[in-house]
T-cell receptor, first 117, second 112 residues
Framework: DQQVKQNSPSLSVQEGRISILNCDYTNSMFDYFLWYKKYPAEGPTFLISISSIKDKNEDGRFTVFLNKSAKHLSLHIVPSQPGDSAVYFCAASVYLNYGGSQGNLIFGKGTKLSVKP | NAGVTQTPKFQVLKTGQSMTLQCAQD?????MYWYRQDPGMGLRLIYY???????DKGEVPNGYNVSRLNKREFSLRLESAAPSQTSVYFCASSVWAHSPLHFGNGTRLTVT
């Protein structure tokens, strides 16, 4: 049973437009959420995170929104660029579990974003 | 900056063979992790080490062992490889237990 779901395996967007990647979770104990970006033949790289005490976190072109009541988060990329084409993973964890370890960081299956020039 | 270095990059094993995947980080991070990624799947945690001298099982530990050799190095051992262990393996590290992970570029393992 998936605790972190990314229901769209792929997304195609025109350069300059907004990309919105969605993520749903089922475990109400999750209180820390992260987005990672992955290019082919490379490891994932950290993009942005959000704690459950916030509903929005912004870093340049990237903004993550958290809706705790809906157990939903989204990553907005504005404006989208061809270099943003990659697989995006949503991940979630419970801060206090395992003594604060990320041993319980749960990843979604990823969404492949293609940004067309 | 090298970051997280994994060796080897590629490996082909026959069923029953053993091997050790090496991982080293030069960022003075306290926590280290081993994940596997299978097609159409997210990353699944195999083992992690919250700090030097400790290791714990993750979601999919069966068939694997780990050693936190020192603060820099965290190895993953397959004692008797099985085709189900064909995957891409990623090592990661983090400053402390709840900070973002830094990943290596992966080891692509095929077991025939």
């Amino acid at each position: 049973d998936q605790q972190v779901k990314q229901n769209s395996p792929s997304l195609s967007v025109q350069e300059g437009r907004i990309s919105i990647l969605n993520c749903d979770y089922t475990n109400s104990m999750f209180d820390y959420f992260l987005w990672y970006k992955k290019y082919p033949a490379e490891g994932p790289t950290f993009l942005i995170s959000i704690s459950s005490i916030k509903d929005k976190n912004e870093d340049g072109r990237f903004t993550v929104f958290l809706n705790k009541s809906a157990k939903h988060l989204s990553l907005h990329i504005v404006p989208s660029q061809p270099g943003d084409s990659a697989v995006y993973f949503c991940a979630a964890s419970v801060y206090l579990n395992y003594g604060g370890s990320q041993g319980n960081l749960i990843f979604g299956k990823g969404t492949k974003l293609s940004v067309k020039p | 900056n090298a970051g997280v270095t994994q060796t080897p990059k590629f490996q082909v094993l026959k069923t029953g063979q053993s091997m050790t995947l090496q991982c080293a980080q030069d960022m003075n991070h306290n926590s280290m992790y081993w994940y596997r990624q299978d097609p159409g799947m997210g990353l699944r945690l195999i083992y992690y080490s919250a700090s030097e001298g400790t290791t714990d099982k993750g979601e999919v530990p069966n068939g694997y062992n780990v050693s936190r050799l020192n603060k820099r190095e965290f190895s993953l051992r397959l004692e008797s490889a099985a085709p189900s262990q064909t995957s891409v393996y990623f090592c990661a590290s983090s400053v402390w237990a709840h900070s973002p992970l830094h990943f290596g570029n992966g080891t692509r393992l095929t077991v025939t």
